[in-house]
């Protein structure tokens, strides 16, 4: 007899025996006792117990095997309370040789369970909420080893679909433990995609995890699961072929890496090896998703964790096919908000674009494929929104505001209409922006400003000609290296590149390289875990580590300007001799392509990033041997500041229009005025007309705006009168106070400029 774990009967025969004692005609504790003693005995447990969660919260004691019996329906812990509550808080297996010395522990004597040292807890989990905690304890400090916790997360998701039956608690009381509330509600989250919207909520979601989840027949329950992966694969390839008139470039390659995941080997096998311990095959990719949800929870890597995503929605989609349902463009109400926990880019294609007016999402990041995606098809989209899904019921009313990066729920009446004048004030000010297209951006004094905007995506280039700008003041080189699942090859960069150039016609570009690491891990590209990846080997630090990578880009660029100007920008130098280091690399390839007799570009400058504090006293080192700089205000700031821009729970503590930031931005400006350098602004300062409005009081003539921002800025730029605007600014920035918003504000109404 083991120790620990299930004794030879195995987990299959421990299934059917539990599924057969909760369909016996006792009482349901008279059940639920002889299930805690079944799981007890075979997993050779001095204790064995169940908690369910009450509509309060509260986690009461519902059967035991090993503990006093009195305690049974009298001891109660509250939500988060004890280990017990520690599962059902992270909705995730603990596993400890010593439960009383962790700090997390709670002691009840009326249970009797001091003597008990061995703890292993598991999740009840029903529409991704925990109702209730599978627990097993023994005497002596042992470790539960994985083979063990995976019985334990098996069994328990069987207990929860019994438990949802109605028998132990009331349907009512899991009504409240499971539905959203109806009072109105205002969840901040993060930008994902601009705009705003308002509709009924979608909920996109997988299917009610399956009533049958022991397999009669193992061999039948393969075939069905091989039956329904070469389905899934067919209808992605479906996606990609239909995809085609719907996105392209770099946004089409997410679908291409989403396809790839489908064919990954681990994840296949880890279905395989689920259904033949005698699983249904829903239960099978049931038990996988939930596997992978764990993995995701923990990861620190965020590229991991959106990756892992995508596995889930490919699990999501697989669950559909087997209950028989057809993927194919789903029927919505025509103003549907979809709200997800997350989404792939494959189910996002699925619903009919005229019909989506906003999405939202529990999770995910910026750099999501579902974020990469909505942005293409211009769809509002705001994440990270915490609690979302269980705040939510199908036919709810919401707004999406991607401008402020928030979500309302149930909104006011009020508050609905203050909306939809926002809407029609939206829809009249692009009217005017368009309007304002091809007028040259020049103030009221007569200042020449060059707007230029952002892009990074192929669909990005179609804004060049829709906005008016200029040209493009910052293409982001990286996403194409982010959605593919290899090192995109020479050739294939080069045919990127030239796409953006021949897109610009005479406009200027310029080409940041690859500015990776931190939150932008390649899958490809094996790098060591870092305690603070935001500070550490990324961007061009990365580039000079492996010269290979950056000299492979910097000859895709050359290639690709053949005969014409080309602007490359480095980004995140932090010291002068990186910057050196990275131009002696165009140097090398520029002598490479000569040896070979390749042309060359016509005119070829090469600039850097001033994004890191440091440059700020190195400029007269630095600005001599640049041809051009553009400041990255987004990460400046952050690095000034140490606040980190993606965290919501800092990234608001302090504002960019505060005296120390732009003093340092009016001191760039002023060394590059004195050298003769061209500097730009390309960070998101660039894109808000208030923001760009103190921008151009510094002195700076040369903004970079996403393309949402560009009608707005210029429309402000026609309206300042600069000497009058510069005269207010100096006398701002001595103020003591933290931020000058307030002040710039009533300056602009003051001199009668739209902002």
Not at 61 to 85: D, N, S
Not at 402 to 423: C, F, K, N, W
Not at 459 to 477: H, K, M, P, S
Request: proline letters at 6%.
């Amino acid at each position: 007899m083991p120790v620990g774990g299930l004794t030879t009967r195995g987990p299959r025969n421990l299934l059917r025996q539990i599924r057969e004692a909760m369909a016996g005609a006792a009482p349901a504790q008279e059940r639920l006792d002889t299930v805690v003693r079944i799981i007890a005995q075979s997993m050779v447990a001095e204790v064995c117990s169940i908690y369910l969660r009450r509509a309060s919260g509260e986690l009461e004691l519902f059967a035991t095997q090993g503990l006093k019996p009195e305690a049974v329906h009298t001891t109660r812990l509250r939500p988060g309370e004890g280990l017990v509550g520690e599962v059902a808080r992270s909705a995730e297996p603990i596993s400890l040789s010593d439960a009383p010395s962790h700090p997390s522990f709670a002691y009840r004597p009326e249970t009797g369970e001091d003597p008990y040292h061995a703890f292993l807890g598991a999740p009840l989990l029903r529409g991704g909420r925990a109702i209730g905690v599978l627990v097993v304890q023994n005497r002596s400090e042992r470790r539960y080893d994985e083979e063990e916790v995976e019985d334990i997360q098996t069994i328990a998701m069987v207990l929860a679909e019994t438990v949802a039956s109605g028998e132990l608690l009331a349907q009512d009381e899991l009504r409240d433990i499971e539905v959203a509330p109806h009072r109105p509600e205002r969840l901040k989250g993060q930008r994902f995609a601009e705009g705003l919207a308002y509709g009924h909520v979608v909920l996109h979601e997988a299917p009610v995890p399956p009533e049958n989840l022991l397999a009669e027949n193992p061999q039948v329950e393969e075939i069905r699961l091989r039956e329904a992966l070469i389905a899934l694969k067919a209808n992605i390839d479906g996606l990609l072929e239909g995809g085609q008139g719907k996105l392209a470039g770099t946004s089409f390659e997410v679908l291409e890496t989403y396809r790839m995941f489908a064919d990954d080997r681990g994840w296949n096998r880890s279905l395989e090896e689920a259904v033949r311990t005698g699983l249904t095959a829903e239960a099978a990719v049931d038990r996988v998703r939930n596997e992978h949800r764990a993995r995701f929870a923990t990861a620190r890597d965020p590229y991991i964790r959106e990756r892992l995503h995508d596995f889930e929605d490919l699990a999501n989609r697989l669950l559909r096919l087997l209950a028989g349902d057809r993927p194919g463009e789903r029927d919505l109400p025509d103003d549907a908000i979809l709200v997800a926990r997350n989404l792939g880019p494959a189910d996002l294609l699925e619903y009919p674009r005229h019909k989506l007016r906003g999405l939202l999402l529990e999770e995910g990041s910026a750099a999501s494929h579902a974020a990469i995606v909505a942005r293409a098809l211009q769809i509002p989209c705001v994440g990270r929104l915490m609690g979302l899904r269980d705040r939510l019921s199908e036919g709810d009313l919401v707004i999406v505001d991607g401008e402020t990066g928030e979500a309302y729920l149930r909104p006011r009446p009020d508050m609905l209409s203050a909306v939809q004048s926002r809407i029609e004030v939206r829809s009249e000010r692009q009217a005017e922006f368009t309007r304002l297209r091809d007028v040259a951006s020049v103030t009221l004094d007569g200042s020449r400003i060059i707007l230029l905007t952002n892009a990074g995506l192929a669909v990005d280039l179609e804004n060049l000609d829709a906005t008016g700008a200029e040209g493009i003041g910052l293409f982001r080189t990286e996403f194409q290296f982010m959605v593919s699942e290899e090192l995109p090859r020479l050739d294939s960069q080069a045919a990127l590149y030239k796409l953006v150039l021949d897109t610009a016609g005479e406009r200027p570009v310029t080409f940041r390289t690859l500015d990776i690491g931190g939150d932008k891990v390649l899958p490809y590209l094996v790098t060591e875990r870092e305690e603070n990846p935001a500070l550490g080997r990324r961007a061009i630090r990365l580039g000079l580590d492996r010269p290979g990578l950056l000299r492979l880009q910097l000859r895709a660029l050359l290639t690709a300007a053949a005969g014409r100007e080309l602007r490359v920008m480095f980004p995140m130098i932090a010291t002068v001799d990186e910057f050196r280091a990275a131009r002696e690399l165009v140097d090398v390839e520029c002598a490479w392509a000569r040896r070979r007799g390749r042309a060359l570009p016509a005119l070829l400058r090469v600039g850097a990033m001033i994004e890191c504090p440091s440059l700020l006293w190195h400029l007269d080192a630095l600005l001599p041997l640049t041809d051009f700089v553009s400041i990255g205000t987004n990460d400046l700031f952050q690095y000034m500041f140490a606040a980190d821009r993606t965290n919501p729970l800092v990234s608001d503590r302090y504002d960019p229009l505060s005296p120390p930031a732009l003093r340092a931005l009016a001191e760039i400006q002023k060394k590059c005025a004195d050298t003769g350098t061209p500097v730009s602004v390309c960070g998101e300062l660039a894109g808000r007309p208030l923001e760009a409005f103190a921008l151009l009081t510094l002195g700076f003539t040369r903004l970079s705006a996403p393309a949402g921002g560009v009608g707005p800025v210029k429309r402000m730029i026609l309206s300042a009168d600069l000497p009058a605007a510069r005269r207010g600014m100096a006398n701002l920035l001595g103020s003591s106070s933290g931020s000058i918003r307030g002040e710039l504000e009533s300056l602009a109404r003051k001199l009668n400029v739209t902002i």
